[in-house]
Each structure stands twice: as C-alpha cells, then as structure tokens.
C-alpha cells in the first residue's frame, strides 16, 4: 500500500505542505517554501526547539544531491543530516 499524501503544516515555517508517513518513525513533508525533508516523529513533537537554520541545513544538503533528515539526538540536541 502506498501512502496517501496529507495536508499539514509545515514544521519549520508553518506554510501549507503534504506529508506522508516515512520509515522509521517519522514523516517526509514537501513544503513549497523548505521542499522536501525526512523528520521524525521525536523531532516534529520538539518542533519548537528546531532552530532558524536548520532550513539552511536542508538547502545546502540538497545543493549536494542529500535529502535532510531532523532528528533529535541523546543530548536533547536538533540535528540534520542527509537521510
Ligand atoms: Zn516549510
């Protein structure tokens, strides 16, 4: 079964994007303005802790062919990385 696209916000800029339901335990959204990005389910529940320059992350991932991925790591720490 292939998952069906949702309507939801965007986490770091609030814009209207699609999500589906992406392995592990997360969500890849599309949004117009940040474009396509893994986040899981940890980090969307901490989406006010993800910094400005995390869209800049993404950006400069996607520059070198990465799709990003927000995570949160063992210090409680928002990182990026290519998925
Ligand atoms: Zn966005």
Redesign the pocket.
Known sequence: MIAQPQPAD??????A?ERVRAAPRGYR?T?????SFHISSVALRCRQDIPASA?EDIRRLRAYGYTARIDIDRQHAVRVTPA
């Open positions: 965007c986490p770091l800029c609030s814009a994007a959204y949004c117009p303005s940040c474009g869209r």
